[in-house]
């Protein structure tokens, strides 16, 4: 197997506030290989955003304690601002969840998807313009050569999703983080977005990590999946092998909770009970057990990691790690 | 990389959607000019004061064409002439020309003004982006030091400071301008504070750009109507200012004319010559109101929550 080009081992990125410390990432790992699609899901505040935005050095306030970010070998925590800058926006770009305030409401479409290029190629304006232009036709923007010229109030959410991941292409980067690219759209732009991601990824060979609390989303676009519960990876595995068989308890209620229209028979829906924990005061050993239909004893007492289960996946569960298969009630 | 010759092959899925939904939309800055020129008072204010601008700029040769005196000229001949024909607005105890003298003050007033803004506002800009945007204990330093300016008793600053240093136009605006930074600092780190929690901050860093290039490029044309509304609010106050210092005798000295020393000579005459009092004191009456309701103007053009009705 080739090298991954981007490495995530054991990161932890914390937050201080006046109730104690939060670990926003906690011990997280996971790889992503050239040309592949990676979901990261999880509930709001499960440390998704943070750990994408800890790959890119951005975690402000928060601070990376250990850990590192291997991009094609070379251990991104331990460069200095200036190397990631030039890392930012060359090697790895970021589309964000709001396409309505990311992009900067006083200056023309066209001169902010040309702004990477200018900053990492040193082109000049109208050489930068250009290939802003034409990447703007490449995501589908009807007429990019008159729409590089307005202004972004003048594009729909969608376009201006469109723009965000021009802007992100202009540069050829290695590595696309998408944070939550389609919650702010709504349900048919969702969809055109997601398949312009796809193409982008085949296109233009470009990994991506697409972070998501949206299963559907995960199942139509990734081969590989990790879920992600108060800030550690609760399991990881192939998005097929997850679904049918999820080994870990979150997973699994995640999956029980959304409504199917291949059900036998007109089942309710079953929510999660209780509330995510408060990342301040995590609960005692697995986090998840205070929520969790097949705790045992030991769950409240150790922590359990990230151990081979079955065949592909991996779990972080005393229970699925003894051997028991998540099924029923 | 992407040459156009590609670009045409490439079918992106979607495209051609979504048009109708982009509907043309009014830019901010369209907006608040659109709003301001419907303002008639406000902008009847505006061209007031570019004219008084204009008059300050062109004061040879609006003095030579107009009234054919020299501002600082001696008549003793002509002494307390009324208003009328040979001199349009009179003349003083020494025989120079009011109106003349009207004139050539505009280039102390206005001048003062604008410098004093246009310090203040460099300065003021400069400190508040830079703790608004670091945060942490820089704007802890910064924003101590601006209190501390403001807690400065500043006419006593001013009459410490024209007692060391002769004032000319210059010094006068730098001293004015010392206690002036601190309110705009304040005003632009707040701003910078709502701006730099929004998401294209963010999505600009992730592009790599240097944080100076974030504060200049990216956060100061967002800030900058406060500082418009800020500069257009700030001219008439600090013609007030001037004028009181020059009055007081701690600002422009005469020989030289300002509006404010031209009223400190009048008063002596006030009941035998009333006009020496009143053209100085009108003028600056409807400049500076014409300041004011024009930064009115220029504020409910940027914020239209803001006007009352």
Same mark, same amino acid.
């Given at each position: 197997?080739?090298?991954?080009?981007?490495?995530?081992?054991?990161?932890? /990125?914390?937050?201080?506030?006046?109730?104690?410390?939060?670990?926003?990432?906690?011990?997280?790992?996971?790889?992503?290989?050239?040309?592949?699609?990676?979901?990261?899901?999880?509930?709001? +505040?499960?440390?998704?955003?943070?750990?994408?935005?800890?790959?890119?050095?951005?975690?402000?306030?928060?601070?990376?304690?250990? +850990?590192?970010?291997?991009?094609?070998?070379?251990?991104?925590?331990?460069?200095?601002?200036?190397?990631?800058?030039?890392?930012?926006?060359?090697?790895?770009?970021?589309?964000?969840?709001?396409?309505?305030?990311?992009?900067?409401?006083?200056?023309?479409? +066209?001169?902010?998807?040309?702004?990477?290029?200018?900053? %990492? %190629?040193?082109?000049?304006?109208?050489?930068?313009?250009?290939?802003?232009?034409?990447?703007?036709?490449?995501?589908?923007?009807?007429?990019?050569?008159?729409?590089?010229?307005?202004?972004? %109030?003048?594009?729909?959410?969608?376009?201006?999703?469109?723009?965000?991941?021009?802007?992100?292409?202009?540069?050829?980067?290695?590595?696309?983080?998408?944070?939550?690219?389609?919650?702010?759209?709504?349900?048919?732009?969702?969809?055109?977005?997601?398949?312009?991601?796809?193409?982008?990824?085949?296109?233009?060979? /470009?990994?991506?990590?697409?972070?998501?609390? =949206?299963?559907?989303?995960?199942?139509?676009?990734?081969?590989?999946?990790?879920?992600?519960?108060?800030?550690?990876?609760?399991?990881?595995?192939?998005?097929?092998?997850?679904?049918?068989?999820?080994? %870990?308890?979150?997973?699994?209620?995640?999956?029980?909770?959304?409504?199917?229209?291949?059900?036998?028979?007109?089942?309710?829906?079953?929510?999660?009970?209780?509330?995510?924990? =408060?990342?301040?005061?995590?609960?005692?050993?697995?986090?998840?057990?205070?929520?969790?239909?097949?705790?045992?004893?030991?769950?409240?007492?150790?922590?359990?990691?990230?151990?081979?289960?079955?065949?592909?996946?991996?779990?972080?569960?005393?229970?699925?790690?003894?051997?028991?298969?998540?099924?029923?009630? | 990389?992407?040459?156009?010759?590609?670009?045409?092959?490439?079918?992106?899925?979607?495209?051609?959607?979504?048009?109708?939904?982009?509907?043309?939309?009014?830019?901010?800055?369209?907006?608040?000019?659109?709003?301001?020129?419907?303002?008639?008072?406000?902008?009847?204010?505006?061209? !007031?004061?570019?004219?008084?601008?204009?008059?300050?700029?062109?004061?040879?040769?609006?003095?030579?064409?107009?009234?054919?005196?020299?501002?600082?000229?001696?008549?003793?001949?002509?002494?307390?002439?009324?208003?009328?024909?040979?001199? !349009?607005?009179?003349?003083?105890?020494?025989?120079?020309?009011?109106?003349?003298?009207?004139?050539?003050?505009?280039?102390?007033?206005?001048?003062?003004?604008?410098?004093?803004?246009?310090?203040?506002?460099?300065?003021?800009?400069?400190?508040?982006?830079?703790?608004?945007?670091?945060?942490?204990?820089?704007?802890?330093?910064?924003?101590?030091?601006?209190?501390?300016?403001?807690?400065?008793?500043?006419?006593?600053?001013?009459?410490?400071? #024209?007692?060391?240093?002769?004032?000319?136009?210059?010094?006068?605006?730098?001293?004015?301008?010392?206690?002036?930074?601190?309110?705009?600092?304040?005003?632009?780190?707040?701003?910078?504070?709502?701006?730099?929690?929004?998401?294209?901050?963010?999505?600009?860093?992730?592009?790599?750009?240097?944080? #100076?290039?974030?504060?200049?490029?990216?956060? !100061?044309?967002?800030?900058?109507?406060?500082?418009?509304?800020?500069?257009?609010?700030?001219?008439?106050?600090?013609?007030?200012?001037?004028?009181?210092?020059?009055?007081?005798?701690?600002?422009?000295?005469?020989?030289?004319?300002?509006?404010?020393?031209?009223?400190?000579?009048?008063?002596?005459?006030?009941?035998? #010559?009333?006009?020496?009092?009143?053209?100085?004191?009108?003028?600056?009456?409807?400049?500076?109101?014409?300041?004011?309701?024009?930064?009115?103007?220029?504020?409910?053009?940027?914020?239209?929550? !803001?006007?009352?009705?």
């Amino acid at each position: 197997m080739t090298q991954p080009v981007l490495e995530v081992q054991d990161l932890h /990125t914390v937050f201080a506030t006046k109730e104690g410390t939060v670990k926003a990432v906690d011990g997280v790992s996971f790889e992503l290989n050239a040309g592949e699609t990676l979901g990261v899901v999880g509930e709001s +505040g499960c440390g998704k955003s943070v750990t994408a935005l800890s790959i890119m050095r951005l975690q402000r306030p928060g601070r990376i304690v250990s +850990g590192k970010v291997l991009l094609k070998g070379q251990d991104l925590t331990r460069l200095t601002e200036y190397e990631m800058r030039e890392v930012r926006g060359r090697e790895i770009a970021m589309i964000f969840q709001d396409p309505m305030t990311s992009l900067n409401p006083v200056y023309r479409v +066209g001169w902010q998807v040309a702004e990477p290029a200018r900053l %990492h %190629h040193g082109w000049d304006k109208k050489k930068a313009l250009q290939s802003a232009v034409s990447m703007l036709g490449r995501v589908g923007i009807p007429a990019p050569e008159s729409r590089a010229r307005d202004y972004p %109030h003048q594009f729909s959410g969608g376009m201006r999703q469109r723009v965000m991941i021009a802007m992100g292409l202009t540069t050829t980067p290695e590595v696309l983080i998408a944070d939550e690219p389609t919650t702010a759209l709504d349900v048919t732009i969702q969809a055109q977005i997601l398949d312009l991601l796809r193409h982008v990824n085949r296109e233009f060979g /470009t990994a991506t990590i697409l972070i998501t609390h =949206n299963l559907g989303v995960v199942a139509g676009m990734c081969k590989r999946v990790v879920v992600m519960y108060a800030g550690r990876i609760v399991e990881a595995g192939p998005t097929k092998d997850v679904f049918a068989h999820p080994t %870990h308890p979150y997973t699994w209620s995640l999956l029980r909770s959304i409504p199917r229209l291949d059900a036998e028979q007109h089942e309710p829906l079953r929510p999660i009970e209780g509330v995510p924990p =408060n990342l301040v005061d995590l609960p005692s050993g697995c986090s998840f057990h205070p929520r969790c239909a097949f705790k045992v004893e030991r769950c409240a007492r150790d922590v359990p990691v990230l151990l081979q289960v079955g065949e592909s996946q991996r779990s972080a569960c005393w229970v699925t790690q003894a051997g028991t298969e998540l099924k029923g009630a | 990389m992407i040459g156009p010759s590609r670009v045409a092959e490439l079918e992106m899925p979607g495209a051609g959607v979504e048009t109708a939904a982009a509907r043309p939309a009014q830019s901010y800055w369209n907006e608040s000019w659109e709003r301001l020129r419907d303002n008639r008072l406000g902008m009847a204010a505006g061209v !007031l004061i570019l004219v008084l601008a204009l008059i300050a700029v062109l004061a040879p040769v609006f003095s030579a064409v107009l009234t054919h005196y020299e501002p600082q000229t001696i008549n003793l001949d002509q002494t307390f002439v009324r208003p009328g024909a040979s001199h !349009l607005l009179g003349t003083d105890e020494l025989g120079r020309d009011t109106l003349t003298r009207l004139i050539w003050g505009a280039r102390v007033s206005l001048g003062v003004a604008f410098l004093t803004v246009a310090m203040s506002l460099s300065v003021g800009t400069t400190v508040g982006m830079v703790a608004g945007y670091y945060g942490g204990w820089i704007d802890d330093v910064l924003m101590r030091l601006v209190d501390t300016v403001l807690a400065i008793p500043a006419i006593f600053l001013f009459i410490l400071m #024209s007692i060391l240093f002769r004032p000319n136009a210059v010094t006068l605006a730098a001293i004015v301008a010392s206690v002036g930074w601190g309110s705009v600092a304040r005003l632009v780190r707040g701003e910078v504070l709502s701006v730099k929690q929004r998401d294209f901050i963010l999505a600009t860093r992730s592009i790599g750009a240097r944080d #100076s290039r974030l504060m200049v490029r990216h956060l !100061l044309p967002n800030v900058l109507p406060v500082l418009i509304v800020a500069a257009s609010l700030g001219v008439g106050q600090i013609i007030l200012v001037e004028a009181a210092l020059d009055f007081l005798g701690l600002g422009i000295q005469p020989p030289t004319p300002s509006w404010g020393n031209m009223l400190t000579n009048a008063q002596s005459y006030f009941f035998h #010559s009333g006009f020496l009092v009143a053209f100085p004191g009108i003028t600056i009456f409807v400049t500076v109101l014409a300041s004011n309701i024009f930064g009115n103007a220029v504020r409910d053009a940027f914020d239209p929550r !803001l006007k009352s009705h």
